[in-house]
């Protein structure tokens, strides 16, 4: 296979100057001071173009040419037959994105996050509008370059999500807006049967970090392959199998905030330090797509983390940590309580049920946007109307409404729906998970996470990118991605929780 | 100056690799989990790789030629000329480099670093040798490769020290030695007259954590534009003058390792933080020399932070500060006792008047490594040979001997004889700074820097690399570095503190 490890070590530059891209996106959301802002954005300009053009680089089409040649006779579940697939992909597509727009990518969204985020301190929209201008404008001239089907936001997904299509996305969002539309009225009629007032009291920051990284490591997290930091906005990134970092925030009122914020992330990074060995630092070293990436935030956040028997398990160590502030409260309580559904406006904090009509409105408006139809300066308004329509909330200033999220300003448009897409599949990953290890939910009433563990580093982790999302989701489930598993363990969950009557 | 601004353009790109190679630096000593060396390694021998191609590549030799002929007329004291005279000499240098000595150089530093690290904690030198020997084989075949006069030590010293030869270094070194190991044996015969007992009292950490960075900012640093860490050995990394970090250690029962380390960095990062705008992101744009820089911190370390006036402001904030461990001393005690001199093992820990000495050890060492006359193996005994032949001291162990040090690790071989010439130029440049403003030892006195600082930026910082450090040591005071300066500095100040008789 001498032609393939010579694409192998083309790309391998590649890959280092991305994964060094990747420290200086992390160091800039944690550590970087407000006047690194203009080398940081001349650094990613570089960095960015010169990976481009030695990704698209005639020689590096013509090593693909030829290690395609050499390897037309492998197993299609052989590493190299799975390197030779995801590099002809990204080399097919990336080929069509010219070198300047790269660039110009590259350094408006290292200066547009430093605008975005004072704006969003200040509630400042105005300040913001020309950064999301430029970027919506950068996302039409790269989905013209991309080519696209039947959208235009068809080629930015397909980025996120490999051969997802707007029309599917479209789909699977009005089942869920038909069915949990009504469920949030039901639960809202509902309302005092779950308080939440327990986690709004005076939680010491310190002791949220010590606990935070207690669940991390106990869930699995190597400590020794990664690190715990704090940013404006909770994010983890690797950088190969031997550094994964994640961080989360504290607020002393506000428990759930760095609790689940913690666990989201740790179920990324557990993802990311568990891919196998052989595809560390390839370009098969990473998770297969978003949305799977994000099934497994979300399979450690709710299905683990909001469960009843983990709480009879943890509830005892956080009561030790926090003995006045939790006080008089039990496991069955505190379980109830971070189970609250109730409309909010911000995405971040919203509970299960209502957290996918964040990410719808968040789909409408980038199809919007993309398409003209919202202007940049009705884009509050728009907005704002999407918000009272869903969640019959009005935000009553811009950060708690369009700026709240990092996305935009990293340039990230068609990145949303992945994480309602993660939502579905993680209930159809745990359903077979719990089908296969029927012992999985004991262990988690007794604080043992490693069957778990083992079968996801099994079943999905250790191949990381080798097969395309709708793919992998075959492959475990035995069946395509669908909104019945997730709708049901929404209804099973929420129907208990706030006694609601069966449809 | 149309070809100037294109060979700008080109130099710009290999810039803002290098300074984010800095920053994977920075990270890998302060943050990075063990885990991510594999990958750090990796990265490092790519940036290094790409930045050296692209500089030494045919494109940049033609375009520096267009961009000489453009600019034959320009004034020497332009940015433009400064510009063109040092791109030349780093290109003529560079270009003799293979790139696969560069790329292995940056690779196995990488690792070394990693290696060194628990080496040094264990004390355990053969595990550090084969790196070391690795290091020192790199250093050869980089002198060979670079060329040289009379001394492969002249090509890699030039490295740090523009125009300085190694035979310069061995004549102001043995009239230092010719000086100190007598004035060091005067003061062992009065030791009894310093007591520093007092700084091994208790300094809780998080304590000696805000008293540092008070300094730092009074002093003039700027934390918008940078920011203080902890790691294992203190250092400053400059990315424009935008983001100039510094590093310190802090120890519970030894108060003036992170106060004088956080002076000491604080000096360096002075310097980057006030180069002239216009020079930022340049090739200029940092300092002239590795021993111009150390002359600014020493300068604000020793000059500035260990003298009698600085204290009489400050001790009064420190008492402050540690109201308990500091009970019943006052500011000449304390001023005396941060003056203590005597031998020790450890050369960042060392006086003013040892510290030199420990210097000279490195020299002599690095030396006779690079010629053969020391084998690896022998490298401790010859270490010990010379510590006890300068200090009178026998290292108990190699962590406190041939293992204390992080630069061999990172392959600066060279690079130490730069820290005794940065001290005496710290004396000629303070002594002209008073001549010329005569206030600045009253603002010392009362905790006002500014005089110092405007004077400093003015003749030295804005400058970045515009000068050669010999053309800049001229420009400011007048005349070439000499001996008798700070020689005469140490006297006075130290043979009032032991009451030595003056010679």
Request: aromatic letters at 10%.
């Amino acid at each position: 296979m001498q032609k393939l490890n010579a694409l192998k070590d083309r790309l391998n530059d590649v890959h280092n100057l991305r994964t060094a891209m990747g420290l200086l996106g992390w160091d800039q959301q944690t550590c970087m001071p407000p006047g690194g802002a203009g080398t940081r954005a001349a650094q990613m300009g570089t960095l960015s173009k010169i990976a481009h053009e030695l990704f698209v680089g005639p020689e590096t089409g013509r090593l693909l040419a030829e290690a395609e040649a050499e390897g037309a006779g492998l197993d299609y579940d052989s590493d190299g037959a799975a390197l030779l697939r995801a590099a002809r992909h990204d080399y097919d597509l990336e080929a069509r994105l010219p070198t300047d727009l790269v660039v110009e990518t590259a350094q408006t969204t290292a200066l547009a996050f430093e605008e975005w985020h004072p704006a969003r301190a200040a509630s400042d929209y105005r300040r913001f509008a020309p950064w999301l201008g430029r970027i919506v404008a950068l996302a039409r001239r790269r989905a013209e370059a991309l080519g696209y089907g039947e959208h235009p936001y068809d080629a930015l997904l397909d980025e996120f999500e490999p051969g997802m299509r707007t029309s599917q996305v479209r789909a699977i969002f009005d089942e869920l807006k038909a069915a949990l539309i009504p469920m949030v009225r039901a639960v809202a009629g509902q309302a005092d049967r779950v308080d939440d007032a327990v986690l709004k009291r005076d939680f010491d920051e310190g002791r949220q970090e010590e606990f935070s990284r207690a669940v991390a490591q106990r869930l699995g997290y190597d400590f020794a392959h990664g690190r715990l930091d704090r940013s404006a906005h909770p994010f983890s990134q690797g950088m190969g199998r031997g550094d994964v970092r994640i961080t989360t925030r504290y607020e002393r009122n506000w428990l759930p905030g760095a609790l689940f914020g913690t666990i989201h992330e740790t179920g990324h990074a557990l993802y990311e330090q568990n891919i196998a060995p052989e595809l560390d630092n390839t370009l098969l070293g990473t998770g297969a797509s978003l949305g799977i990436h994000e099934s497994q935030s979300r399979l450690w956040e709710n299905l683990v983390g909001r469960s009843r028997g983990f709480w009879s398990s943890f509830f005892p160590r956080l009561q030790a940590g926090f003995p006045q502030a939790l006080a008089g409260v039990d496991a069955e309580a505190f379980y109830r309580a971070v189970n609250r559904c109730g409309p909010s406006l911000i995405r971040v904090e919203a509970d299960e049920l209502t957290y996918n009509l964040h990410i719808i409105i968040r789909f409408e408006m980038e199809l919007g946007l993309l398409s003209g139809e919202i202007g940049i300066d009705d884009a509050p308004a728009a907005w704002n109307a999407r918000t009272r329509d869903y969640l019959g909330l009005t935000p009553p200033d811009d950060r708690q409404g369009i700026l709240q999220d990092v996305h935009w300003s990293g340039g990230s448009i068609g990145y949303f729906p992945t994480y309602t897409l993660g939502n579905l599949m993680s209930v159809q990953f745990f359903d077979r998970a719990v089908a296969e290890r029927p012992g999985i939910p004991a262990g988690i009433e007794s604080g043992e996470f490693g069957t778990l563990l083992d079968w996801l580093r099994d079943r999905i982790h250790r191949h990381g990118r080798k097969y395309l999302p709708d793919e992998l989701v075959r492959r475990v489930t035995g069946g395509p991605l669908r909104t019945g598993p997730y709708l049901d363990y929404l209804r099973r969950k929420y129907g208990e929780l706030y006694a609601l009557s069966q449809e």
